[in-house]
């Protein structure tokens, strides 16, 4: 395996080790990235977090090939599709990934801010909060930095994604190997490799969130217009105020 060598020193400032990121991850290849970062000096000090939505399979795939045990977050709301924790299985499993962890929120938030199941339909950002942002926040505590599969195509802010960046919400390294992968660079490495898809592309849902939050795309929409499609609110926030 081919690995970028780059020097890391977990004890300078955060803002110094993005820097230095910056410029010896730019520009490699998704596989290249994704080994760096893995058999690198920052072993052991990352995180792939991911949805197991439409598109996840492509990035556990990429991480699978390099290290099958590199921990991988998996926000489990308690509100997902059966098919996403079915798909979350059938990944696990295809990929020999043997350090999924389903984070769940913590049931004293759960009875005190959503005793009926209700919270999404009018305090979203609050659901949105417990049922995601908190516990990704504490499971990502013993990390330095962690692994996204956002995408630039999916348009809005992340139009403007770096590859590399400082999470404003955790002061964490954080890094996006397919910011610049195209649909067609999607499509082309799942037909590559044989990974199977979400089972609810073929309806129509091209970003797969909480099921009170997500509807499938029209023709023509970006991946992103089924989200909330009914609020002025994109992203749950488990990227701060950006993207
Ligand atoms: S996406 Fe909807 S249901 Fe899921 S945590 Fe956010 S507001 Fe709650």
């Known amino acids: 395996m081919r690995a970028t060598v780059f020097a890391y020193d977990p004890s300078e400032p955060v803002e110094a080790r993005v820097d230095r990121l910056s410029a010896a991850l730019e520009g490699l290849d998704g596989l290249t990235l994704v080994q760096t970062l893995l058999l690198g000096r920052f072993a052991g000090r990352i995180a792939l977090v991911s949805s197991f939505g439409a598109e996840s399979a492509v990035l556990l795939d990429l991480v699978a090939?390099?290290?099958p045990a590199t921990p991988v977050l998996f926000l489990d709301t308690q509100k997902?599709?059966?098919?996403?924790?079915?798909?979350r299985d059938t990944l696990i499993d295809r990929l020999g990934l043997t350090e999924v962890r389903s984070l769940q929120p913590d049931p004293h938030d759960i009875q005190r801010h959503d005793p009926d199941d209700s919270l999404w339909s009018y305090e979203p950002d609050l659901c949105c909060h417990i049922r995601k942002t908190e516990p990704l926040a504490m499971a990502l505590e013993q990390f330095d930095g962690w692994i996204t599969g956002r995408k630039r195509f999916h348009g809005g802010k992340r139009g403007a994604l770096p590859t590399i960046e400082l999470d404003g919400a955790t002061n964490?390294?954080?890094v996006n190997p397919l910011a610049p992968w195209t649909p067609d660079d999607i499509q082309r490495y799942l037909a590559e490799r044989d990974l199977p898809t979400h089972p609810l592309v073929k309806d129509g849902f091209l970003s797969i969130g909480c099921v009170p939050c997500t509807r499938p795309v029209k023709p023509g929409e970006s991946p992103r217009a089924g989200r909330w499609a009914w609020l002025d609110k994109t992203e749950c926030g488990i990227h701060g105020e950006g993207i």
């Open 65 to 67: 090939r390099v290290d």
């Open 80 to 87: 997902l599709f059966p098919e996403t924790l079915a798909y």
């Open 172 to 174: 964490k390294i954080k």
